[in-house]
């Protein structure tokens, strides 16, 4: 299959949940999260078709995807990687942990590694002040992470 069937599969995919959806006014946060569960990100051409299905002006798409954290306009690696930089983890050691993940990867936080294996994200907040500082690899929290080799350890797991 050619990526262009791949990619109106997606929009087919979309657009079948967008339909099935009782209610459509309100739904705009709900479709982004499919939308972005499906593209793995929310470029310009998904935001223009949710745009025409919700009847929706696209700068106000473009105005919720940019507010909250979550959402994303650039593609994302294969494990994305939240590194907590929240006060309680900024205070034990966040920010180096960063830099070690930026030196291991090569990229800086808020960039895809070229083989679109990792992307390295800070957050404000994952909630879970007890295991400072702490992160997640997708959706995996892993806490207590003060170390180089630590670091080491969690990329060669993925």
Do not use: W
Not at 131 to 155: D, F, S, W, Y
């Amino acid at each position: 299959m050619c990526s262009n069937e791949l990619v109106k599969e997606k929009f087919d995919e979309l657009e079948k949940f967008i339909n099935e959806m009782p209610d459509k006014q309100g739904a705009l946060i709900e479709v982004l999260h499919k939308a972005q569960n499906i593209f793995g990100y929310l470029p310009e051409e998904v935001q223009r078709f949710v745009s025409k299905q919700l009847n929706i002006p696209v700068s106000k798409i473009f105005g919720v995807i940019t507010f909250y954290s979550y959402f994303t306009t650039e593609p994302k690696g294969e494990h994305v990687i939240s590194i907590c930089m929240g006060t309680a983890c900024f205070v034990k050691g966040a920010g180096e942990i960063v830099k070690e993940f930026e030196k291991q990867l090569g990229i800086k936080a808020g960039e895809t590694t070229p083989d679109g294996k990792f992307t390295i994200d800070v957050l404000r907040c994952i909630g879970a002040c007890g295991l400072a500082p702490v992160l997640t690899v997708n959706e995996r929290v892993i806490g207590h992470v003060t170390t180089a080799a630590q670091v080491k350890n969690i990329l060669k797991e993925y």
